[in-house]
């Protein structure tokens, strides 16, 4: 016997006369599809020629014999995944609802890109070829004594250096900009921000900055951010965002089980074979609240 059916439309009433005003969550885009470079990748996935290490040149005495340096190689696996959410819907709920079930439909997809964040914020990643930054040393943005957030993300900028790289992305959680827009000069001024009363967060040391929920990690310290080299890393799709509607199928949830065409349902679909990949986890640093 089906069970659990009509969840799709628990908690939704079907009205004859409804507003159109829609009130819903932010909807998510990633933050590593901002900050990272785009490539193209083949299903298989690709194999990347790196340069490893750079030619040094030196001072030579007049008739003496010129240096000679090459360049070192490496190469990278970079392999895609795929990512995918289904959504059953009732056909009542398609006609009775439809403002509501468009604007459903079109937030599918950035349960997906949320989900890439999340992943590459962990340590587990979909197979082999696909990178994540979980594993990446941490350090906490938030003030301590006489030490400011500015003083923080300096030490950041010095880190990330210091590992042959330039702090030029910085992704926060909505829990890390908060720490950032609190930050103030000596008379008050905040400094990341746009101006006072302001609640958008400028470049911080130059480094352009993308507020986004999946980069969020509970625990104690949290998660809310990271920094970091975002030159070397690199995200790619197969073929973009697929859709599929079908209400033909029979969905499989558990144990529960789901008749589309018997149940007059139908389902949306959206999957998405992606991959990401970075040359150096070193050159990437955690941010976290920890209090110092």
């Given at each position: 016997?089906?069970?659990?059916?009509?969840?799709?439309?628990?908690?939704?009433?079907?009205?004859?006369?409804?507003?159109?005003?829609?009130?819903?969550?932010?909807?998510?885009?990633?933050?590593?599809?901002?900050?990272?470079?785009?490539?193209?990748?083949?299903?298989?996935?690709?194999?990347?020629?790196?340069?490893?290490?750079?030619?040094?040149?030196?001072?030579?005495?007049?008739?003496?014999?010129?240096?000679?340096?090459?360049?070192?190689?490496?190469?990278?696996?970079?392999?895609?995944?795929?990512?995918?959410?289904?959504?059953?819907?009732?056909?009542?709920?398609?006609?009775?609802?439809?403002?509501?079930?468009?604007?459903?439909?079109?937030?599918?997809?950035?349960?997906?890109?949320?989900k890439f964040d999340e992943t590459i914020m962990g340590t587990t990643a979909p197979g082999t070829g696909f990178d994540v930054l979980g594993g990446a040393s941490t350090t906490s943005i938030k003030p301590a004594g006489n030490v400011t957030v500015y003083d923080k993300f300096v030490a950041v900028d010095?880190?990330?250096?210091?590992?042959?790289?330039?702090?030029?992305?910085?992704?926060?959680?909505?829990?890390?900009?908060s720490i950032v827009i609190g930050a103030v000069d000596n008379v008050g001024h905040p400094v990341f921000t746009a101006g006072v009363g302001s609640g958008t967060v400028g470049n911080i040391l130059g480094a352009p900055v993308a507020v986004k929920k999946g980069v969020y990690k509970a625990g104690t310290?949290?998660?809310?951010?990271?920094?970091?080299?975002?030159?070397?890393?690199?995200?790619?799709?197969?073929?973009?965002?697929?859709?599929?509607?079908?209400?033909?199928?029979?969905?499989?949830?558990?144990?529960?089980?789901?008749?589309?065409?018997?149940?007059?349902?139908?389902?949306?679909?959206?999957?998405?074979?992606?991959?990401?990949?970075?040359?150096?986890?070193?050159?990437?640093?955690?941010?976290?609240?920890?209090?110092?």
């Amino acid at each position: 016997m089906p069970t659990d059916i009509n969840r799709a439309t628990t908690n939704v009433i079907l009205d004859p006369e409804v507003s159109g005003e829609i009130w819903a969550k932010t909807i998510e885009e990633s933050a590593f599809m901002q900050l990272a470079r785009k490539i193209s990748i083949p299903g298989p996935g690709v194999k990347v020629q790196t340069i490893a290490g750079e030619p040094t040149a030196d001072w030579v005495d007049e008739t003496n014999l010129k240096p000679i340096s090459t360049h070192s190689f490496d190469k990278k696996v970079i392999t895609p995944y795929k990512l995918a959410v289904i959504e059953p819907f009732s056909e009542e709920f398609r006609r009775d609802k439809k403002g509501l079930y468009e604007e459903c439909k079109n937030r599918l997809p950035y349960a997906l890109s949320r989900k890439f964040d999340e992943t590459i914020m962990g340590t587990t990643a979909p197979g082999t070829g696909f990178d994540v930054l979980g594993g990446a040393s941490t350090t906490s943005i938030k003030p301590a004594g006489n030490v400011t957030v500015y003083d923080k993300f300096v030490a950041v900028d010095a880190a990330i250096s210091a590992a042959d790289g330039i702090m030029d992305g910085i992704a926060l959680a909505p829990q890390g900009k908060s720490i950032v827009i609190g930050a103030v000069d000596n008379v008050g001024h905040p400094v990341f921000t746009a101006g006072v009363g302001s609640g958008t967060v400028g470049n911080i040391l130059g480094a352009p900055v993308a507020v986004k929920k999946g980069v969020y990690k509970a625990g104690t310290p949290a998660i809310v951010g990271i920094a970091g080299d975002f030159s070397n890393a690199v995200y790619g799709t197969v073929e973009g965002i697929k859709m599929s509607i079908s209400d033909q199928a029979t969905l499989v949830d558990g144990d529960k089980v789901i008749p589309l065409f018997q149940s007059n349902m139908f389902a949306v679909r959206f999957e998405i074979e992606v991959a990401f990949a970075v040359k150096d986890v070193n050159q990437y640093m955690l941010l976290t609240n920890a209090t110092e």
